[in-house]
């Protein structure tokens, strides 16, 4: 029984076999070669090219990364350059402003230092005249002796003396000074009140132009009408000759009379260190 059915298998696995070479003939006879290895070589080919293609995009992508950071840092630098440079131009601007401010702080402190100065200066005026009040003759008296003080000038009254208009002027140069200008309505007052002689005349620095037709003071200018009364200033355009003075009107005379005169001249600055 064994060897009917070995028999049977050896036969068929012949059979079995014999069939397949007959399909591997036909096979080739209608054109279906067997798989070479030249196709194997390709197919390898193309497996290790998309590997390089691969290898390359996963390279290209880590240097897209790494540029992308290193372009952001970059990008952080730049802003914190540009911030800096704002902050520079900020403080340049600041400090530009501070100097141009300079100038101004300069004309307010001047202003301020003047100011001061002369407040200081008429304290020392108003300290000086009461010194000279209880001491006529204290060191910090702006004028010379025989001279009385009062603002801004020193003022001589020739009183045991008599000369004509042209003589007092030289006598007035002779002291550095000039025949007595009243610029104001105070000034007119104060010569009023100096304890004068009841019939005391004084030459005053005005006179006649001839060449220009007009009153002049001594420096040129004209008087001013408010430093008369009706009168006088009536009796001044209707006369020619040289201004006296006497108990506080001016009045009209030759010039060739003889009287007494007032000299004036500017007051020295008086000094703290006299105050002492």
């Known amino acids: 029984m064994s060897e009917e059915v070995t028999y049977a298998t050896l036969t068929f696995q012949d059979s079995v076999g014999e069939r397949n070479n007959r399909d591997r003939n036909n096979l080739r006879k209608r054109g279906y070669p067997a798989p070479s290895p030249t196709w194997r070589q390709a197919a390898l080919s193309l497996l290790t090219l998309c590997l390089m293609l691969l290898i390359g995009l996963v390279t290209l992508g880590i240097m897209f990364l790494q540029t992308s950071n290193e372009i952001n840092s970059d990008s952080e630098k730049l802003s914190q350059l540009q911030k800096i440079i704002h902050q520079q131009q900020d403080n340049l601007s600041e400090q530009l402003n501070s100097y141009r401010n300079i100038p101004t702080q300069e004309e307010f402190l001047k202003s301020q230092i003047s100011s001061l100065l002369k407040r200081q200066g008429q304290m020392a005026i108003k300290l000086c005249q009461e010194l ?145």
């Open 132 to 276: 000279i009040i209880h001491t006529s003759d204290h060191k910090c008296n702006p004028c010379p002796k025989m001279w009385q003080w009062y603002q801004n000038s020193c003022y001589y009254f020739a009183t045991n003396e008599e000369r004509t208009w042209t003589n007092s002027r030289k006598n007035c140069m002779d002291r550095n000074s000039t025949l007595v200008k009243i610029d104001s309505l105070e000034e007119k007052d104060f010569l009023k009140s100096q304890p004068l002689p009841t019939f005391s005349f004084f030459w005053l620095g005005l006179s006649w132009d001839p060449s220009r037709r007009s009153w002049v003071w001594e420096d040129g200018s004209g008087p001013s009408p408010s430093l008369f009364s009706t009168k006088e200033y009536a009796q001044i355009n209707g006369s020619k000759g040289c201004a006296y003075f006497q108990k506080g009107n001016i009045y009209i005379s030759r010039c060739s009379a003889e009287i007494s005169w007032i000299c004036e001249k500017m007051a020295a600055l008086v000094k703290i260190e006299d105050l002492d």
